[in-house]
Structure formats: C-alpha cells, structure tokens
C-alpha cells in the first residue's frame, strides 16, 4: 500500500516534472522515469503486458527518438517565456489535485461493481478473437502513421 | 372552382419569375408582355377567387398537426385581389422605368416572386406554411434592394434584411408560444385570451407584423432604401405589399388569435405604437429635403394610424384602420410612382433643384395632387374617410390622448405635403430645373388608375366598405352593433371632422408661414426644423442616434472586439510563441511544449472538468 | 456486408501508395472517388432498406473461426454513414483539382481514405474501446492532413491540434476505465443494462463529465474549443470541410449522442449539462465569428457555433428536439462542407482568405459565388433552404418543451449568424470589382462540380424536407429517443 502510494506520487510528480522542466534533455528523462514508475505499477497490478509495452514503447523508443532530435537539432537552448503565465498552471492543478484528492476519498469504497465474471481467457486469445475489431483499428492507426510520415516528410518540388 | 386552385395564386408568379429570369435581354419586347400579362391573370383569378367566397386545400405534410393548409375567405380573398391589382400596375410601371437598368431582367423576376410568397403568406392557414412564405419574402427583399447599384445598396440591403429578419424572428417565436398554449397549428381554429403566456406569443408576434409593416422602431431601413434602391421597389414593397401583409397579419392576431378588448393592456399597447409612429414619423417626414425620403417616413407615419386604428378594438377604428391600410397603399404606392416619373425625367428628386414642373408634366403633378390631398386627409377623398374613422374609434376608446398624437400627425402630414407639391410641381420654374416633358404612357397610367381608386374610394366609400370591410368585422363585435359606416362617413358636420379641417387649415398657415420667411417652398419646414429643443432633435436624428439598428450594430461589435480580445486572443498568443520561439525548421516543431503555454490550457481543461463533473453530480442527485 | 465501410477504404489506402508510384495523378484520383461513390451508393439504396427491420448486427467469421468483428447499423449509424459518404465524396471530387499543386496525391488519397475509414469504424462500432480506437484512426489521419501543406502555419496548427486531442483521448480512456470498472464490460448493450442495475450516482456524473470533455473538445465545444479556429483555416480546403462538416460531428456528437442517450440514459443533469455547453457555444462562437476577417476562420467559429446549436437540439430529449438536432447535424455537414470548399476556390484564385482584401469576386466566379451564397442562407436559416427547417424544428421543440429562454438565445444566435455570413458574402462576392482580381477565373471544373453538388443538395433538401425528414432522420431520431431500450432491446448479441 504504501509502495504502491509512492509509486503513484513519484509518476505525477516526475510527469509534471517533464513540461515543467526548461531543459529539454532533463525534460525526455524525466518523461521516461515517469513511464518507468508507471510501468512497475502495471506489473504490481496484474498486468504484464502493459507493463511491458509501457516501459519499452515510453522509456525506451520514445526517449530514444526524443534524445536523438534533442541531439541532431542541438537542442536545449532555454526558451524564453512569458512570465505572467507561469503561475495559472500551477495553481489550477494543484487545485485540481486537491479536489480530486478528496472527491475520490468520498468515494473510496463506495464505487458501485457489479460482481466481476468469469476471466474471459488468455491475453492472446483476447486480443486477436476477442477484440479483432480492434485489431482492424489498430492496423489503420499504423497506416495512417505510416502514411502520415510518408506524406510530412515528401520531397517538395512546387508548394504553394 | 376546386380547392386545388388555390395553389394558382402561389405557383402561377413563381413559375414566371423563373421564366423572366431565364428569358435573355434580347426578347425583352417578350418578357414585358409576359409580365404584364401575367399580372393582369393573376387579378382576373384573384376577382373570381372573391367571388367564391370560402375556399379551403388542405394538403398533410409533417404529421404533428403540420399540414399545408390554404385557406380563402373574405379578408384572405380581399388582400388577394389587392396584391394582384399592385403588381399588375408596378409590373407595368417597371416595363417603362426599369429598362434599361442593368439589372432590369432579375427585378421584374424577384417582383413576381415576391408575388408569390406573399399570396402563399396570405392564404396559408397553418403556421409552418406562413412562416415559409413569409420568410421568403426576406430574400427577394434583398435582392431587389441590391438592384439600387449605388455604393451603400449593399448595406442598406443587409440591414433591411437583419431588421426584418429580426422581427421574423420574434414571430416566429411568438407562434412557437401560440400553438403550445392553444395546442394546434391551425390559424383558423385558434382563439386564446391575452394573459400570460399568450400575452408574451401576443407581442412577439406583434413585433413580427408591425415590423413587417414598417411601423417604429423597425422602420430604419426604410428611409435607408428610399435613396439606395430602386424608386419602382419603393412603390411596390414598402408602400403597398408589407403594409397589406404586415397590417393583414395584425389584424389576424388582433381579432382571430387574441380577443383583444377596448381598453385592456394590449390594446393600448398597439395604440401608444401607432400614436408614436404617427408623430415622430411625421416629425421626420417634414424636414426632408429629397422627395423620395420624405415619402418614405410617410409610409412610415401612416403605418401608425392602421395600428391605432386595429389598436383601438372598436368596430370603427378597427374599420378605419383597415380601410385606411388599403387607402394607404394606393396613394402612397401613387406618390412613389409620381416621384419614380419625376426622378425618369429630371434625373433627380431633391426638392430645390426642381419646381413648377406641372406645366411640363401635367398628368404625373395631377396625379400627385390628388394623392397628396387623399393622403392628408382632406375631403372627399379616401383618406379622409378612413383617418375620420380611426379618429372616431380613438376619440370612442377615451384616452384622448391617442387622437391628438393622431390629428398632430395629421397636421404636418399636410404641411409637408404643401412643401412638396409645391417645391416640385407649383411654384416658380427656375433656369437650374431641368428640361422634362411627360413620362411615357405604362408610367403615367398607374399613376392615374391610383389616383382615380382614391377618388372612387372616397365619394363612393359604400363600395370597399361594404363590400371589403365590413364582412372582417362580423363576428368580432356585440350583436346588434352597428356595422354600417357608409353613412356618415363623408359627414362633415360633426367635431371629429371639424377638427380635422382645422388641423388642415393650421398646416396651411404654417406652410405659408414658412414659405414668406425663407422664399423657397421647399424650405418651407424650416421654422419647425429650427424649433429650440426639436433642432437638437432632429441633428441627433440625422446622425442615427435613434436609430435601434445602428446602435445596436455598434454595440455587437463592440461586444464582439471585447470577447475577440479577451477571450480569443490570450489562447491564441499562448501558442504563438511557440513556433516564433523554436522556428519555422519541421524538426524544430518536435519539441515539447512549454511551461505556462500548453500547460495553460490543460489548466482550463482541468478546471472545466471539474466544474462539469460538479455541475452534474449535484443535479443528479 | 457493413464490415466493407471500414475494410474497403482501408483496403484501397493501403494500395494507394503502390498505385501511386505507377500513376501519379489519374488512378489515385479515380480509385479514392470510385470507393468513395461506391460507398455513398451502397449506403443510400441498401441502407434503408438494411434497417427496415430493426438494426443490423454482423459478426463475421475470419478463417472459419468466429471472430468478435461486431459492428451495428441502425437509423443513427446509418444517417452518419450517408453524411460521411456524402460530404467525403464531394470533398475528394474537389481534391481533384485543389490537390494538384500540394503533390504526392497518392499518399493524400490515402491518408483521406484512412480517416473516412475511422469514421466509418466509429459509427458501426457497438463497444466503447472500439469508438476510442477508430476515434484515434480518425484524429491521427486528421493531424497527417491538417499538416499537408508542410507551411508554418499548418505545421503550427497541426501541432496545436494533436496536443489538444491528446487530451481529449486521456480523459476519455479515463472515463472509459471508470465505466469498465464498475460493470466489468465495454459493450453498450451490457453496459447500458449494468448501469441500470448499479446505483452510481455520483462515479457516473465524474465518468460523464470526463466523456464531456473528450467529447466535447473533439466536438469543439465551448470552453474546449480553442484548438479548432487554428486548425480549420490552415488545412487545406477539403480537408477543412471534411473536419468542419464530418470530423467534429462523427468523433464528437455523435460518440456523444451514443454514449449519454442509448448507453447512460438521459438525465435531466446530463440534458441540462448539454444544453448549456450547446448554447454557450452558439452565443460566444457567434460573437467570435463577428469580429474576424480571415474567411475560414469565420467559417470555423461558425462551425463552433452551429455545433452547439446542434448539441442544444439533442440535449432537449424530446423526440422533436433530437430530430431538429439530427437534421441540423446533417444539413450543416452539407452546408458547411459547401462553404469551406468554395473558400477554398476563393483562396486558390485570388490566394488570400482576408475578407477586406477581397471584393466582387461574384462577377468573375459566379458559380462559386452562387453556391457560396445557396451555403451561407442555408447555415443561417432563411428558407426554401435545408437549414431554416433545422433550426425552426430546434427552436420550436424548444419552446415546446418548456424552455423559452433557450429558445429566445437561440433566436438571437441565428440573427447573428445572418448576419456574419451576410458580411461574408458582401465582402467577398458583392461589391465593386477590386483590379487586382479582374484576372480571376471560374474554379476548375471538379471543384465546381462538388460546390454545385452540394448546393443543389441544399436547395433540393430545402424543399423535400419532409421527405428526408421521415426516411432519414426520423430513425436517426427513433433510435435515440428510444433511450437505453435501444441497445439492449436489439443489441445483446
């Protein structure tokens, strides 16, 4: 309980962290620490599949790609920002955090579940006969980012 | 005559406007005996659509108690033949007038469909087919004052299309609000009282009509159109459709829908509309100094004594109102057509670059003559009758106060008409006035048929009273009232009428007044223009300051910079930076987002997020 | 086959590179059209006759074995398909042309092909997690083509976009735990009988209002709608009418119409919370619409407005309400697809969309002009057209339901937006002939075909709109005054 408290605070903290923060490389780290908690979460959960594609898609593919941008723009010069928003940020979410904190408080114990039902099988059989409308969405999202790189990233010989 | 006949009236003008659309310049020898000829049928099938008397198609359409239902009775039946006589004579007019105009071909279409809508408003007898027809009539509306051409035509087109629009508008509303208090869409089967909810459908529908009609404070585009569109377009809609359709509708609301009693809240209301109109109309009319303006703030002014009179819920004023609603249209339509004859020949209408033009023009000054006498109400002639009886029925409901406003406005009514008749027809022909002679016979005949209706309606009043007026009435007043007005309505003897004639003889003197202090006629209203209080009046007036539509323009978009500055722009610069910061490079847009910026508006997300779940936890429970 | 909406425009986008390598302009043009048309036809002459008898469900075997591929048509779905086949077909019709000098029409086609195909998926989805995954087909194919053009300003949009739906997805995908949670499945059916045996109260009211903030910043409601004036405008033109008139009413309204009407059940909470986010909208997105002078700007905050009218509609409850609300959903979709598409004309004849810039345009492109005009009183109202018997069935319904004050704002938004289309119409079309587009021509021949298309629609549903009214959208309107019954009268599989 108590680990399990930790580890969520440390992943709001160290997400906040990563679109507070002014340098974009400790910005990517602490991205991929944040995805790093949440993936222990998963695995204390149950849920090893999430875990692992949490820890491996967040942590590792995505810093990667973000370091090396950061690295091949040499990134990481300071932004400049303007100063009078910097506080309507902070504020609202922590008050929204305190509100949160204690709405889920009242409500803990009392969300109505029906009786959970039978297991509905194997992550795989799941997956692939029990979600295959899914599925079919899953591989357009892939080529719509496909496509979608393909098209962004066009040698322009005429543009408007 | 079966049912389906009724569907003439409403697809007959439709489907030659279309084909005068269509017809090329080329055939336009073709396309005026189309229209004419036209127009000439749909009288003919208006007379024998009369003489049927009661007539009713109905047609299911929606369910939900929305059917296209048309209904022809007496009055529907009366406004028929007077819509139809209107565009057989405009349509004539316009074969002369509008020649050679550029945009001569798409007017005479948008007239006929006009035409079209405006027999489908007076016929339907559900409320979804009315609100169709009438705002169609929007549309040709702005069309047809865009055909002006002049530089301010569009915007005068748009803002008499957002005036009427609004008044649309509200009477949609209002009939929104009828047919749940009554229960059914059917306008011949409802009959509420006026309290409550009803007293609320009762006023916006109210604001509908009036405002179709002209009345204040929905007139400001009027004045507005007298200068950017076209002279033959002031004839035909201001001066003659909108008043027959927007007095038709008041009428309907007045005497079918609502049972509105002498004395009671409503009726005062529509009163203190029509006495304000009249007075601040006529206020306005009388220092014009261009011909066209000043007859439209009459057509404004005059539009006041039908809501006093159908205001008054006494049998004669009702009478009076309604009478007066059609001797309206015939002598203002005639004015207009007049100064439509003028402005063909002299090329202009302002009053001091023309004078004594009647040697040269004879049939349009005389026409104009007898018009302007109708409309001030001087005896025998058809104004007279129709504005004593509204005075009766003011005089009758005994707030005396109404039928002063009303003899004030009749006073400088006449007095502007002294000026300009004078300034344009009478008086000396200085060198500056340009050479005319007499329009061309299509333009001059209207002219004479109108003023001869306002001859034949006054001395022989017996014919459109009995025959047109009083069948509305029957029905709406205690048994055994008296219903004849044919009898003394020419009488000259009693007081009404005598103050009357003394309110004409004062205009008189003041004209005279007037004109000896500045020496030209069409000056002559200076000496009220210059009046202390009224002159400050009247400068804040020119510069639109009561002008609803104007003010209220200015504070929309008043209110639309605060909100776009407010509101809009703090989002906007919340992102800009980003891309000025980080440059235009495609790789440079891959950066995270910024603290502050990006954070700012999941800051809003959040907040409203919490509002929401708040907001609907607490009205769950 | 309704599984053919979503598989074939994916089938036809993954080939669409290849064919694109072969032929660079004239194939990809008529295999994206011909599915697109194909879709349209099948949609139109077998769809009604599909759901004649209640709502079709398919659950299709692959391989022999059963898999759990379960899509629903019923009137909703169905009247969402026609719009989407309808608006896409005309759009990609004016890609033709407009895409020419954009290049790469191939990978375009594809990318058009795959969000169609999102929004196909969404519609015939019968599951929550399903219209979450289809949602993000759609949007992701969305961010692709917002940024086509590849200037800074649509790299910016773009950009902006995407970070904003990301929220939109996070708290949906919260919402949707929270649901899952408490009645351990995401089908509707089985959801919707699992809340009614749960007493949920106050989890529900969070769950709804992380639902309204999903959808509600995809249907760019008021306050979460910041992100749509940006990204509408800066698109290229068919794609602005493809988010303008379907994207925002496919991943938006109707997910959720759906979800609070057939699987929550309406509530006067929830019908209250619609109505005013729908009327806020409408006011202050008219307000904002007065004070621009970028033309596709105006469109887009006319589009926010309009939106929250159509939201207003739905949130009533009433029978009458949801069909005033369906019927103005689908008139705007066409109407505002016609406009941004003549827009587009505009901005490719004279390349600007400021409106003090232009002037007269009428007289050398009358055809854009007339459409545009046919568009403009059909969103503000003014009959014969489609849009004055929306918003008169909206405003009645509304009185009739006893709420006056909404129909008094309602009013007073539709004076408004006559007026703001007014001035778009004067400023760009009316007016004196500014020299410097005297050399202007008529918009190409495809461009013109769709805005003539699609005005016709609009003139044509103006006047059969009784028709159109009882064979379409009177099922659309069945199906969610049915409530709850909906799904799991017909829905249990």
């Known amino acids: 309980m108590v680990l399990q408290t930790a580890l969520l605070i440390g992943l709001v903290i160290f997400s906040v962290l990563a679109i ?94 029906l009786p959970s039902g039978t297991e509905a099988g194997v992550f795989g059989d799941v997956l692939w006969k029990g979600r295959t409308l899914d599925l079919v969405g899953q591989i357009a999202v892939i080529l719509a980012g496909v496509f979608a790189v393909l098209a962004l990233f066009r040698k322009r010989d005429k543009h408007d | 005559m079966t049912p389906k006949m009724l569907l003439l009236p409403v697809l007959g003008p439709a489907v030659l406007a279309v084909v005068l659309l269509l017809l090329p310049r080329t055939l336009r020898l073709v396309r005026d005996v189309l229209a004419v000829g036209g127009a000439a049928a749909l009288v003919y099938e208006a007379f024998a659509l009369f003489a049927v008397k009661d007539l009713r198609l109905t047609l299911p359409w929606l369910g939900l108690g929305i059917d296209f239902d048309l209904r022809l009775y007496h009055f529907s039946s009366f406004i028929l033949i007077a819509l139809a006589g209107f565009l057989l004579l405009i349509a004539l007019y316009t074969t002369v007038k509008m020649k050679d105009a550029p945009r001569g071909r798409e007017f005479m279409a948008y007239i006929f469909l006009t035409a079209a809508f405006a027999n489908g408003a007076v016929l339907a007898n559900n409320f979804v087919p009315l609100v169709f027809f009438w705002e169609g009539l929007l549309v040709t509306l702005y069309g047809l004052i865009t055909i002006g051409g002049r530089a301010t035509s569009g915007r005068t087109a748009v803002k008499a299309l957002l005036i009427s629009g609004f008044c649309d508008f509200s009477m949609i509303l209002g009939i929104g609000l009828l047919w749940t208090v009554s229960g059914t869409a059917t306008m011949s089967e409802i009959s509420v009282e006026p309290t409550g909810l009803a007293a609320a459908a009762f006023i916006l529908m109210m604001i509908g009509a009036a405002g179709k009609a002209g009345a204040m404070p929905f007139h400001t585009w009027i004045p507005d159109a007298a200068v950017d569109a076209p002279v033959t377009f002031l004839a035909f809609l201001p001066a003659a459709f909108e008043k027959l359709l927007g007095i038709y509708l008041l009428a309907r609301i007045s005497l079918d829908f609502f049972k509105i009693r002498p004395g009671s809240a409503m009726s005062l209301l529509l009163m203190i509309v029509g006495a304000v109109t009249i007075v601040l109309a006529v206020l306005m009319a009388l220092v014009q100094k261009d011909l066209k303006r000043l007859l439209s703030y009459h057509a404004v002014s005059q539009v006041g004594y039908m809501v006093l009179g159908i205001g008054t819920a006494i049998p004669i004023g009702i009478a009076g109102g309604l009478f007066h609603m059609i001797n309206n249209a015939i002598y203002k339509s005639g004015l207009f057509l007049c100064a439509g004859s003028v402005e063909h020949r002299a090329g202009t209408t302002e009053l001091k670059k023309l004078g004594g033009l009647r040697r040269d023009m004879p049939l349009t000054a005389f026409g104009f003559t007898v018009c302007a006498l109708a409309i001030s109400g001087v005896w025998p002639f058809n ?29 400088f009514t006449f007095a502007s008409f002294l000026k300009a008749g004078h300034a344009v027809f009478f008086g000396e022909r200085t060198r500056e006035v340009p050479a005319v002679r007499e329009s061309q016979p299509a333009m001059v005949l209207p002219i004479l048929v109108l003023a001869g209706l306002c001859i034949l309606f006054g001395v ?35 007081p009404i009428a005598l103050i009357s004639i003394g309110c004409l003889v004062l205009a008189f003197l003041l004209h005279r007044f007037g004109l000896r202090k500045f020496g030209k006629a069409a000056l002559a209203s200076e000496p009220i223009h210059n009046l202390p209080v009224l002159h400050q009046v009247y400068d804040l007036a020119e510069r639109r300051v009561f002008d609803p539509y104007e003010q209220g323009v200015k504070v929309l978009q008043g209110l639309s910079t605060v909100l776009y500055k407010a509101v809009d722009r703090p989002i906007d610069f919340v992102f800009e930076k980003i891309v000025t910061v980080t440059g235009a490079k495609f790789t440079g847009i891959l950066k995270k987002a910024h603290n502050g910026h990006y954070a700012n508006y999941l800051a809003w997300c959040l907040a409203g997020l919490v509002i929401l779940a708040g907001l609907i936890g607490l009205l769950a429970k | ?54 709502p079709v469900l398919q659950q299709t075997a692959w391989l022999g074995e059963a898999v759990n591929l379960r899509l629903a048509l019923d009137g909703f779905s169905l009247l969402m398909l026609v719009a989407v086949s309808l608006v896409g077909l005309a759009a990609s019709l004016f890609s033709i042309d407009y895409m020419e000098h954009y290049g790469a029409k191939a990978n375009y086609y594809a990318l058009y092909l795959v969000m169609v195909a999102g929004m196909n998926g969404l519609v015939l989805a019968t599951d929550l997690f399903s219209v979450y995954v289809f949602l993000e087909v759609a949007a992701v194919a969305s961010y692709a083509l917002v940024a086509y053009g590849l200037g800074p300003d649509e790299l910016e949009a773009a950009f902006k976009y995407l970070m904003l739906s990301v929220v939109a997805s996070a708290f949906l995908l919260a919402a949707i735990a929270v649901v899952f949670g408490m009645t351990g499945s995401l089908e509707f059916a089985a959801v919707a009988a699992a809340l009614k045996e749960l007493n949920a109260g106050a989890v529900l009211a969070i769950a709804s209002a992380c639902f309204l903030l999903g959808f509600g910043l995809k249907a760019a409601l008021v306050p979460f709608h910041a992100w749509l004036p940006d990204a509408h405008p800066s698109a290229p033109a068919p794609i ?122 009428a007289k050398r492109m009358p055809v854009t002009a007339a459409a545009s005009l046919i568009g403009s009183l059909s969103i503000a109202g003014v009959p014969p057209l489609n849009g004055f018997w929306s918003k008169l069935i909206i405003i009645v319904a509304l009185v009739q339901a006893g709420h006056p004050v909404f129909a008094v704002v309602a009013v007073l938004a539709s004076v408004l937006t006559l007026w703001y289309y007014l001035l778009i119409q004067r400023k760009a079309f009316f007016g004196k002939l500014d020299e410097k587009w005297a050399a202007v021509k008529e918009a190409p021949f495809w461009m013109t075909v769709a805005t003539v298309l699609l005005a016709l629609l609009c003139v044509g549903i103006g006047i059969l709109f009784s028709s159109t009214v009882t064979n379409w959208i009177q099922p659309a309107a069945d199906v969610l005054a049915d409530g709850v019954q909906a799904v799991t009268g017909s829905w249990g599989f």
């Not at chain 2, 009758?396 to 004030?408: D, H, L, N, P, R």
């Not at chain 3, 598989?7 to 043009?29: N, T």
């Not at chain 3, 069909?323 to 697809?337: D, E």
């Open chain 3, 240 to 361: 602005s009418a493809v988010l303008s008139g379907l994207l925002i009413k496919v991943s938006g309204v109707y997910a959720m119409a759906r979800i609070f009407l057939n699987v929550f059940g309406l509530t006067p909470a929830l019908s209250t919370a619609l109505m005013v986010l729908g009327a806020v909208s409408m006011v202050v997105a008219a307000f904002l619409a007065l004070g621009q002078r970028d033309m596709k700007r105006m469109l887009a905050y006319s589009s926010i407005s309009q939106v929250g009218l159509v939201v207003l509609g739905i949130g009533i409850g009433t029978p009458l309400g949801i069909a005033g609300g369906l019927f103005h959903l689908f008139n705007h979709a066409l109407a505002k697809g016609l406009l941004f598409l003549t827009s587009g004309s505009v901005q490719q004849a004279t390349g600007t969309r400021d409106l003090d810039a232009m002037g007269g345009l």
């Open chain 3, 1 to 54: 086959m309704i599984i053919l909406f979503v598989v074939l425009p994916l089938i036809v986008a993954g080939l669409l590179p290849l064919v694109g390598k072969v032929s660079r302009r004239v194939l990809p043009d008529l295999l994206a059209n011909a599915t697109l048309l194909f879709l349209l036809v099948y949609a139109v002459v077998a769809g009604r006759a599909l759901i004649a008898g209640g």
């Open chain 2, 460 to 494: 022989y009043n017996k014919l459109p009273l009995t025959l047109f007026i009083q069948p509305i009435l029957e029905g709406h007043t205690e048994a055994g009232a008296h219903l004849d007005f044919t009898s003394h309505a020419l009488a000259v003897l009693n």
């Open chain 1, 20 to 113: 507070l923060l002014k340098d974009l490389l400790k910005s990517a780290i602490s991205l991929a620490a944040a995805s790093l908690l949440l993936g222990i979460i998963f695995f204390r959960m149950n849920a090893p599949y999430a875990g692992v594609f949490e820890i491996s898609v967040v942590a590792g593919l995505i810093t990667v790609l973000f370091i090396l941008t950061i690295a091949l723009t040499g990134g990481g010069h300071d932004v400049r920002e303007s100063k009078l928003v910097n506080w309507v940020f902070p504020l609202v979410f922590v008050a929204f955090i305190v509100i949160d904190a204690l709405v889920m408080k009242s409500l803990l114990g009392k969300v109505p579940a």
């Open chain 2, 383 to 411: 104004g007279f009758v129709s504005k004593e009886m509204v005075f009766h029925g003011a005089v009758e409901t005994g707030y005396t106060v109404f039928a002063i406003a009303a003899w004030i406005g009749a006073v």
